[in-house]
Nanobody
Framework: VQLVESGGGLVQAGGSLRLSCAAS????????MAWYRQAPGKQRELIAT???????NYVDSVKGRFTISRDNAKNTVYLQMNSLKPEDTAIYYC???????WGQGTQVTVSS
């Protein structure tokens, strides 16, 4: 399994970013996927999940601002992040649920 995250960057508070995670070496279309983030000095936190059928769930802190989606034709899972806040600053990782496979992550920095 290989996961490659991209799309991070520096953005002002209130701005938006879309993260992508390209997956390979797995049956992507039948895999539940997740986005996690890890802020400096904190544990990695699960923030959003999507099942193979497209059902989504979010942690309360991002509900209504972030949207997880998937494109099975492209073996890619996305995280659309709107109304970003400084506390969203973290390294963002995608994960195939049920595994310990991680990509390198992508840095998101939100300035106030």
């Amino acid at each position: 399994v290989q996961l490659v995250e991209s799309g991070g960057g520096l953005v002002q508070a209130g701005g938006s970013l879309r993260l992508s995670c390209a997956a390979s070496g797995m049956m992507f279309s039948i895999s539940a996927m997740a986005w996690y983030r890890q802020a400096p000095g904190k544990q990695r936190e699960l923030i959003a999940t999507i099942t193979s059928g497209g059902t989504t769930n979010y942690v309360d802190s991002v509900k209504g601002r972030f949207t997880i989606s998937r494109d099975n034709a492209k073996n890619t899972v996305y995280l659309q992040m709107n109304s970003l806040k400084p506390e969203d600053t973290a390294i963002y990782y995608c994960n195939k649920i049920g595994t310990t496979q991680w990509g390198q992550g992508t840095q998101v920095t939100v300035s106030s």
